[in-house]
């Protein structure tokens, strides 16, 4: 029996019901049962004009913390005490934290991410190559650069929010940003360290979906990532893993910036296989 199945079986064991199938709130809480930690992750929608209201309500309430998600990632800063550097840097929070009455925001979804890639290479000095520059590629740009790679390329459909992400990394962090206007086979670059996918695309339903790249310049020196959480084993995961290449499935980043979230909320650090492994209940 494979350890992944015993993690499993202690997961159902410790719940004894059936959890939650919000993943982040079902990831969350199996580290507060493994823990043993007297805790609530609650899944709530907020509607576009309910944002100031909830804060407050959770300011009132006492909250430890909360995370937020589209559409309220940038509007929510309005209503926080104060900015984590990276918050600050992307103009973007995805995790606020009560620290001494005070609301701060932080992004964790770049951290998380580059928790994850540490796990296969140090950073510094790394030449990376990044398709997409949403909220997720804005992110995982920053921390990256901060991380120490040396040059990123930004490789993306719409050439207004390529360049803007790309100046964004040129003004403030320390990396040297390039863009490429995705509008036609892309090759990777020689001399390429990390290959991210931080576009939308292999997300379910789409999943037969494929990165417009040529395959055959990814080389297996190459450590590729993908951000695509539903399903993991995207098809640049399976493409990647065929060429030989070091890969981080979209799972990697979702647990990783879930245990930065729990250790400053609770000050515990959690076990990220127990997170995993609740995720993988669900996403299989
Ligand atoms: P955004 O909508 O902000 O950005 C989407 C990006 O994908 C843009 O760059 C967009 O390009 C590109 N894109 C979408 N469809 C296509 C296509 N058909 N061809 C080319 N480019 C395309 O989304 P986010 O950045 O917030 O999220 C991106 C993905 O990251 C989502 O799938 C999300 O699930 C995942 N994510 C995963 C996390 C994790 O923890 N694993 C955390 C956060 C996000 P264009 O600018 O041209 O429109």
Known sequence: MSKELNFKQELTAAFGQPISENPTQAMVEAAYQHHGLDWRYLTIEVAQDGLEAAVAGARAMGFAGFNCTIPHKVKVIE????????????????????????????????????????????????SVVMFGAGGAARAIGVEVALAGASSITVVNRSVERGEELTQLLNDRV????????????????????VVINATSIGLFPDVDA??????????????VADVIPNPP???LVKDARAKGCKVIDGLGMLVNQGVIGIRYWTGVDPDPRVMRAALEEIFG
Not at 96 to 124: A, Y
Not at 176 to 192: H, K, L
């Open 79 to 126: 209503y926080l005490d104060g900015l984590g550097e990276s918050a600050s840097l992307m103009g973007a929070v995805n995790c606020v934290v009560q620290r001494d009455g005070k609301l701060i925001g932080e992004n964790t979804d770049g951290k998380g991410f580059v928790e994850s890639l540490k796990e296969l290479t140090n950073p510094e000095g790394k």
């Open 174 to 193: 320390p990396a040297e940003a390039n863009f490429v206007s995705w509008d036609s086979t892309f090759n990777i670059p020689e001399g390429t360290d």
């Open 210 to 223: 494929r990165l417009n790249f040529n395959i055959d310049t990814l080389t297996e020196a190459m450590v």
């Open 233 to 235: 084993q995207t098809n």
